[in-house]
T-cell receptor, first 114, second 111 residues
């Protein structure tokens, strides 16, 4: 139990579907992140939020849309995805922005786009 | 852009053998972090090194930060099957607000 909870754990969606990934942290952290982990690539940072404000958008396609309604919750809205978007999506949080403090990861959502 | 490289990509050892993974950054880092991800799991923080030349130990794991603060290593003595997983190093970007992860070293241990 890391204090960061992601739902769902597994998701299969068609290319025309719309779905959302949810992340909740119970650690009182003020920074939250979305990472993508594919089989043959290192962890890729997608989005960074600090105090509910988006700090970073790493050239992520617009079919991925993040939302951070408060410092404890982070969503990733998905629409019209491609098969190559299939990956493990990891949420993380940290006290302060991530470079100098440890990141706590959720268990991830294994996404399959068919 | 700033890069963090890790070698080897894979290492398959016999239980009881030692294991080392190396991490190299293209730029000087203010700190380096190490994470372990078990198969089917998520990355879990192991340690952070901050000082030049710093060495820290956690039981059979020894972590080292280079003098120039551009490289680091993780050494496991007498591996056990519980050590199986992928080990990632990570360092902050120049702006310090995000971590760049290395590609990871996947450790397999033969019982």
């Amino acid at each position: 139990e890391t204090g960061v909870t992601q739902t769902p754990r597994h998701l299969v969606m068609g290319m025309t579907n719309k779905k959302s990934l949810k992340c909740e942290q119970h650690l009182g952290h003020n920074a939250m992140y979305w990472y993508k982990q594919s089989a043959k690539k290192p962890l890729e940072l997608m989005f960074v939020y600090s105090l509910e404000e988006r700090v970073e958008n790493n050239s992520v396609p617009s079919r991925f849309s993040p939302e951070c309604p408060n410092s404890s919750h982070l969503f990733l809205h998905l629409h019209t995805l491609q098969p190559e978007d299939s990956a493990l999506y990891l949420c993380a949080s940290s006290q302060g922005l991530g470079g100098n403090t440890e990141a706590f990861f959720g268990q991830g959502t294994r996404l399959t786009v068919v | 852009g700033q890069q963090v490289m890790q070698i080897p990509q894979y290492q398959h050892v016999q239980e009881g053998e030692d294991f080392t993974t190396y991490c190299n950054s293209s730029t000087t880092l203010s700190n380096i972090q190490w994470y372990k991800q078990r198969p089917g799991g998520h990355p879990v923080f192991l340690i952070q090194l901050v000082k030049s030349g710093e060495v820290k130990k956690q039981k059979r794991l020894t972590f080292q930060f280079g003098e120039a603060k551009k490289n680091s290593s993780l050494h496991i003595t007498a591996t056990q099957t519980t050590d199986v997983g992928t080990y990632f190093c990570a360092g902050p970007t120049d702006s310090s607000y995000k971590l760049i992860f290395g590609s990871g070293t996947r450790l397999l241990v033969r019982p």
